[in-house]
């Protein structure tokens, strides 16, 4: 397994201006992506031993970043940025 951290403009490359866009104007976006790079960063910092865990706290870091990413697509299909 690698140690790079899951970007979200890497996980959705067809919408990395609508995240951008989304985090501006979307309070509601924005907390989530906020919430996505707090938890990816901790996954990562564990990951790589910056900040050692146990595999129970890492195992469900991971599965929260999985569901915020879920919760970041649904968003992501149902919202279309306006100019």
């Known amino acids: 397994m690698g140690h790079t951290p899951h970007i979200l403009a890497e996980a959705f490359p067809r919408d ?21 790079r707090e938890v990816n960063r901790a996954v990562h910092r564990a990951e790589t031993l910056v900040e050692p865990t146990d595999d ?16 970041i697509a649904r968003a992501l299909a149902e919202r279309q940025p306006t100019s």
């Not at 995240?19 to 996505?36: G, K, N, S, W």
């Not at 129970?56 to 919760?71: I, T």
């Open 16 to 36: 990395a201006e609508k995240i951008a866009h989304l985090a501006e104007t979307d309070p509601h976006f924005a907390r989530l992506v906020d919430q996505y």
């Open 56 to 71: 129970l706290h890492e195992n469900e870091l991971r599965k929260e970043r999985m569901r915020l990413k879920d919760v």
